[in-house]
Each structure stands twice: as C-alpha cells, then as structure tokens.
C-alpha cells in the first residue's frame, strides 16, 4: 500500500474529489483527518472509512482554523504526514457581482489557508519528510466569465504552490505538488450546473470537445493521482504543476469533423 500508515490532513473532504481523496488514503493505508463544515456529512464520511479517520469541523475562512485542524491531526494520530489543501468556496460571480465582502472570503479559504496550513504544519511535515498536495484548477489560467473571484484565487494558489515548492524542499526537505483540476463531475458540478440552467441529463450532453474519453472525470481518477504524489513513491519530484486533463490545455487543438 503507498500510504501505509502515513496521517493525511485533506480539506474539504466530506464531499466531492476531497472525499474521493480521503477515501483513497485509506485504501492506501494511511489515517485520515477528514475535514468540512457539515458535520452530519462529515460523520458518515468517517464512519465509511473505519477507524482509520476522524473528522474536523473548521470554516477556513477563519484564520485560527488552520492551526486547529494542524492540532486536531496530532492529537488523533501524532503527527500529519500528507496536507491536502483541497477544500475551495465555489461561487458564482463577475466583475458587477464581485464585492469585497466576498472576494476577501474566497480568498481567505481559497488562499490564505492553505498558507496558513502549510506553515502550522510544517514542522510536523519536516519530522515526517512528509508532502503537500494543493487541488487548484484549471480557471486559474484565466477562468470562466461567471468565476472571476475563484478563478484570482485559484491562479494565487498556483503561484503559492510554486513559490513554496522552490523554497520547502530545500531547506526542510517537504514536497510540494499541485493539480490544476479540470471538469470534473461531483455532486456539487451537478448542482451548480443545475442551478445555471441545465437540464437534469447535462453530463449525457457534453460536447465531445470536453470529454475526448466520452465520459467526464470522476473524483476517484482524480483521487488515485494524489495518492501517487503523497506517497514515497513520487520522490524526488516536487514543485510539479499538472493539469489534469483529458486534453492538453495549453497549446490545444481541437479537431472536428466538417
């Protein structure tokens, strides 16, 4: 098992990719923190994956919430091993709809704490030789007309990635890794798709440009590429920023039949 007997720390983890994240560490054999907002989802979470997990209620909007969720991995399990900084507040918004009330909302949980939570455990990360993985997304290239404050935060979490990953490993020898996620069908895409006006059949009816494989990713596929770049296994690479995608999104050729 990659993960045997490692502690992971993944936010944002009682739903979609970050529960589908957890859920394989467990299979890999490490103990997991799960962690969200809802504690009723959170709590049958935990109780599928066994003994191996407990669960951490924290709003990362706030700034002490990082430091407990830190403290809530030691006092379960010791120590963390793997941070997985996947847990984002997904909004719709635009230039006109954009506030300050919530861009400095989505940055604090988009942003600001998975900095905060790499510096609450970094010192845990070093004891373990451990590593980070943050989920960011394909938006912050430039992202989508209607998601200007979670595409800023999400090009933010990019460069943090980079810019850690130059100085972390050198001197205390903790990776630090990256997904730029693409689309990628959860329980909540569904839903916010349904909200924007799609009918209840909208993944049968993606434009194959979207899904050359025929079919949308699933949190799992997602989930079995981080336990790979948790594991001891992936060393020594870090600082790697992958775009998990079915196409090449940069440099892209779309093909089509005339």
């Known amino acids: 098992m990659r993960l045997a007997e490692k502690v992971i720390l993944v936010t944002g983890s009682t739903t979609g990719i970050g529960r589908a994240i957890a859920a394989r560490c467990a299979e890999e054999g490490a103990r997991v923190v799960v962690h969200g907002r809802d504690r009723k989802r959170g709590q049958q979470v935990v109780r599928s994956l066994g003994d191996r997990a407990v669960l951490a209620i924290e709003d990362l909007a706030d700034p002490e919430a990082p430091g407990q969720l830190v403290e809530a991995a030691l006092a379960a399990f010791g120590r963390p091993d793997g941070l997985v900084n996947n847990a984002a507040f997904v909004v719709r918004s635009d230039l006109d709809s954009t506030d300050a009330a919530l861009f400095d909302r989505v940055i604090a949980t988009n942003l600001r704490a998975p900095m905060l939570l790499i510096q609450a455990a970094l010192a845990h990360l070093e004891a373990a030789g451990g590593s980070v993985l943050n989920i960011g ?18 090009g933010g979490l990019m460069t943090l990635s980079r810019h850690l990953a130059s100085v972390l490993y050198e001197r205390h020898k903790v ?12 329980e909540n895409e569904y839903r916010y798709k349904i909200e924007d006006g799609l009918a209840p059949d909208w993944p049968e009816r993606v434009p194959a440009e979207h ?7 699933q949190p799992e596929e997602v989930a079995a590429a981080a336990a790979y770049w948790l594991s001891d296994e992936s060393r020594p690479f870090n600082g790697i920023v992958i775009d998990l995608t079915q196409f090449p999104f940069l440099g892209r050729i779309v093909t089509r039949d005339f």
Do not use: C, D, Q
């Open 137 to 154: 997304s394909l938006n912050a290239y430039s992202g989508e007309s209607n998601l200007l404050a979670y595409s800023v935060s999400k």
């Open 175 to 186: 990776r630090l890794n990256h997904f730029n996620v693409g689309w990628v069908l959860t």
């Open 211 to 217: 899904i050359p494989s025929g079919r949308m990713t």
